[in-house]
């Protein structure tokens, strides 16, 4: 049996050549990165007019943040918040940050509007078909699998409880499982970009793994620019490039965490209706929100609702988006009118 799995870095491409005209600050300054790894991916942060011991001081303090975001959310460490939370099977109020609170909080309301198809408590079935922190399967889980653990699904089980002495989170099913993946991405760039904003500086780049937010102006003195890679398993091929004007961006895509099984290509993405990873033309789902926190959590949603219900959702929510669909003539790409506003470039070919 043949088993391989893909995983690409990133559907995002973070560009410094300005395609642009000049209309920055006229100044030319210079540019820090700092980057490393975190939550099985990458970070960068990019900064303008930072001094040798800003630079210092901002690793340090990136560092310490990623650290604590990772054992909040993680479900891969067992000891995090998160994992604890699931661990537990009792139905008392769980004390949690208001970070994890809003994390959830935002998660559920995109998942009603989502008709559950954005789904936190999807877990037990991404651990069942190997994206989660156990190991992916060497045979299809069987019909009677997916529903023993599609009775462990469902977001009307999880509460946030906001009081006055604090934030806490409530499940009524022992078993419930709750994977916050899916936004942890966009989670830990709004943190880092709220770090970076904290320190005085209004020129930045930051992204973790699919997730960007990005400001002001880059060393040439122009905006800072996204590109959108194109649904290939090359890793630079740009389909369209975007000026984020202060806004979080994330991407998601079926082509970037599968794994093949029996000849079968398997994404990491779950419909939670169906209980199985999604198979439509939809490949990629792009999303630019007032936080990379929502956008990570729209653009899984609307991966899981394929193309056409994910138009009609963009359109009624005004969301900005852009999707890439899989046709037998090659990509296509389609776009809100609120996308339309940030792009730089597209490239349809
Ligand atoms: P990536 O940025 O790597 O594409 P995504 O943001 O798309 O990741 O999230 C994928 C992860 O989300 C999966 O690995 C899994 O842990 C979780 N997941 C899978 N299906 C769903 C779903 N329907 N709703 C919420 N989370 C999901
Ligand atoms: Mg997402």
New binding site residues.
Partial sequence: MLVSRYSLRSALILCCAGLLAACGPADKQQVSVISGKTMGTYYRVSVLGASKSQEAELREKIESQLKEDDHQLSTYKDDSVLSRFNQYTGSEPQPISQGMADAITTSLRIGRLTDG????T?GPL?NLWG??PTKQPVKMPTQEQIDAAKKLDGLQHLKVIEQSDGTYLQKDLPGLYV?L??VG?GYATDHLARLVEGMGFSDYLVSV??AVVSRGYNEKGRPWQVAIQKPTDKENAVQAIVDLQGMGIST??SY??YYELDGVRLS?????KTGRPIQHKLVSATVIASTALEA?GW??GL??LGEKKAMALAEQQHLAVYLIMKTPDGFQAYMTPQFKTYIRKADQG
Avoid: K, L, W
């Fill in positions: 198809a954005m789904d936190i999807v991404v994206f989660g994977d993946s899916t991405e793994g699919g998601s895509g970037r965490n990491h993405i779950i419909d939670p990570d653009d899984t991966m899981v």
